[in-house]
């Protein structure tokens, strides 16, 4: 296990997977009944942006950056402004001023500001928890689960299990609720993650074919991708909702990663109409226009 998720906090990747995993929370919320949310790969609460790992890629410039740092936020989708109230909340409203980028895609103020602590998904659904709904954090690499264990020790909504995220759907699932939010977002360390993916899916989908389920991708491999959505499509499952967002060729900036997707099994209803306009919008003020590309599309739907 040798990914640790300091040196991408923040990144592009983080905000196009955080946003969407707000509005589908909020979508859940629409109804009082309890909300069971698992999060099979959930590193840890919170990041610092000043540490060193994360100074040494610095992925962050090109994501909660580039957001934190608009002068006009007229226009914004309603999410926007949920998660960076999130990101505030959790530092305070305290800022730090950071050095511009001098790297290939340039911030235009000579000055950013930072927040300190950049908050992975456990602590993004834990600001958005009501008191009848439940959070199941789940990580393997023994340090990331002890500072989740620490961070989290007082929370009686929240349970922190060190465990592998595949055997969590099998464990926690279905939740005792009925209503649930599934993350996974695995490090793709392994070659066959994807297949990984989609067998722990099957399992998943016969103990809870109900649950809402977000899976995030890096997109590298063409081939790779295809052959992950044609196994998606036979699972048993009517609805399945896929966006994506890439920055174009030159990854540099980035971190080396182009492109990144979600697929969304059993996607709420209509999600399709808030999905779009947000990562759009995301695409515009990450990437730019003229370079970057986006997609939202249900790859199976039967409504
Ligand atoms: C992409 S990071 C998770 C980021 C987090 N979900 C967020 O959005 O803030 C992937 C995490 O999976 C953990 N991991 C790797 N293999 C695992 C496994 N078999 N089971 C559970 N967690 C694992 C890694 O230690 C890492 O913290």
Known sequence: MNYRHIYHAGNFADVFKHCILIMLMQSLSQKDKAISYLD????IGLYDLTSENAQKTREYENGIA????????TNCPEVINTYLQIVRAVNNGKDIIDRPNIGAVTL????????KFYPGSPYIMRSLLRS???????EMHPEDVLALKQEFQKDKQVAVH???GYQSMKAFLPPKNGRGLILIDPAYEQKDEMQNIIAAMQIALDRFSVGIYAIWYPIKDQEMI?????DLKQLAAQNILITGLSVGEDASAYGGLTSCGMAIINAPWQFEKQLKPMVAWLSRILVGDSIGKH???WLL???
């Open 40 to 43: 099979t790969h959930a590193g």
């Open 108 to 115: 235009a103020a000579s000055t950013i500001y930072l927040p």
């Open 132 to 138: 009848q709904d439940y959070i199941t954090l789940v």
């Open 295 to 297: 997609d939202v599309r």
């Open 66 to 73: 580039r957001l934190y740092n608009l002068q006009d936020y």
């Open 162 to 164: 060190h465990l592998d």
């Open 226 to 230: 295809q052959s992950f959505y044609k």
């Open 301 to 303: 739907h039967d409504r």
